[in-house]
T-cell receptor
Framework: GAVVSQHPSWVICKSGTSVKIECRSLDFQATTMFWYRQFPKQSLMLMATSNEGSKATYEQGVEKDKFLINHASLTLSTLTVTSAHPEDSSFYIC????????????FGEGSRLTVL | GENVEQHPSTLSVQEGDSAVIKCTYSDSASNYFPWYKQELGKRPQLIIDIRSNVGEKKDQRIAVTLNKTAKHFSLHITETQPEDSAVYFCAASLTGALNFGKGTSLLVTP
């Protein structure tokens, strides 16, 4: 099946700093990627849809200036959490549909962010 | 947008018993309904999915049923085993992103 790789798997940073998370589709091209956030014992909440070569689409309530998304190639999307605060600590997971879209999403390993 | 409700939030069964998790969705246009299993700290893993042109699908001990008229779908796990213990999420979509239910924490006790 299709493989999505996410890096880093965990990161600890100081409040006020920025953190970049990378999401790569390893064996297929992904013109679209989805970024989810999951707080402890909660569901996956869609943050934004990343589109190759164009601006990301953010869900209501998600600050686009705080969560910068770049989808510069068909295999790479990045999420940058700018000026991170403790309340941004969460599990961030990217996903992508395969090139022959069947509905199934392939998820990255997830990135656990802890902001001190 | 799509709203997916999932019940129960927690479920405890004895090994060998069956487990049933139910979900409802709001958007009648949704046509894809997957179920994911997530272990602590891991990514969600697809365990079974169903499309709106099918009423039931089975894969060994796991089955999913879909009632389009009522807009609900269910996950059935038979002969549960301790390794089935995890959080299960239902989801629905038309195209693109999945909208997830809140999850069901399943505990299978030996």
């Amino acid at each position: 099946g299709a493989v999505v790789s996410q890096h880093p798997s965990w990161v600890i940073c100081k409040s006020g700093t920025s953190v970049k998370i990378e999401c790569r589709s390893l064996d297929f091209q992904a013109t679209t990627m989805f970024w989810y956030r999951q707080f402890p014992k909660q569901s996956l909440m869609l943050m934004a849809t990343s589109n190759e070569g164009s601006k990301a689409t953010y869900e209501q309530g998600v600050e686009k200036d705080k969560f910068l998304i770049n989808h510069a190639s068909l295999t790479l999307s990045t999420l940058t959490v700018t000026s991170a605060h403790p309340e941004d600590s969460s599990f961030y997971i990217c996903s992508a549909p395969n090139s022959v879209y069947t509905g199934e999403l392939f998820f990255g390993e997830g990135s656990r962010l802890t902001v001190l | 947008g799509e709203n997916v409700e999932q019940h129960p939030s927690t479920l405890s069964v004895q090994e060998g018993d069956s487990a049933v998790i139910k979900c409802t969705y709001s958007d009648s246009a949704s046509n894809y309904f997957p179920w994911y299993k997530q272990e602590l700290g891991k990514r969600p893993q697809l365990i079974i999915d169903i499309r709106s042109n099918v009423g039931e699908k089975k894969d060994q001990r796991i089955a999913v049923t879909l009632n389009k008229t009522a807009k609900h779908f269910s996950l059935h796990i038979t002969e549960t085993q301790p390794e089935d213990s995890a959080v299960y999420f239902c989801a629905a979509s038309l195209t693109g992103a999945l909208n997830f239910g809140k999850g069901t924490s399943l505990l299978v006790t030996p």
